[in-house]
Nanobody, 122 residues
Framework: VQLQASGGGLVQAGGSLRLSCAVSGRTFRRHVLGWFRQAPGKEREFVAA????????AYADSVKGRFTISRDNAKNTVYLQMNSLKHEDTAVYYC????????????????WGQGTLVTVSS
């Protein structure tokens, strides 16, 4: 499984961005897909994840109600819609995949994309 994240950029606080992650591999539909982020000087942290069917999702408390994860299995793509962005959302965002159930621990994910930078100006 290979992942390619895109959609990052510079946005003002209160604005919105949508990240995309294109996934290649025959077993895409069997994988949980997630988003993590890493701010300068901080550990990489869980943001959101969606089940293989898209019927279940999990979010970090810090983004609940503002971010929405979704996937389009026909396009082999997972999205992260980010609304009401805050300065503290500034980070490199990574998409990741694992085979199994939704988990929030970084170490459980087997495959990672290269990251896309999101900068929120205050």
């Amino acid at each position: 499984v290979q992942l390619q994240a895109s959609g990052g950029g510079l946005v003002q606080a209160g604005g919105s961005l949508r990240l995309s992650c294109a996934v290649s591999g025959r077993t895409f539909r069997r994988h949980v897909l997630g988003w993590f982020r890493q701010a300068p000087g901080k550990e990489r942290e869980f943001v959101a994840a969606t089940s293989w069917s898209g019927g279940s999702a999990a979010y970090a408390d810090s983004v609940k109600g503002r971010f929405t994860i979704s996937r389009d299995n026909a396009k082999n793509t997972v999205y992260l819609q980010m609304n009401s962005l805050k300065h503290e959302d500034t980070a490199v965002y990574y998409c990741a995949a694992l085979s199994g159930y939704i988990l929030t621990q970084r170490a459980e994910y087997d495959y990672w994309g290269q990251g896309t930078l999101v900068t929120v100006s205050s």
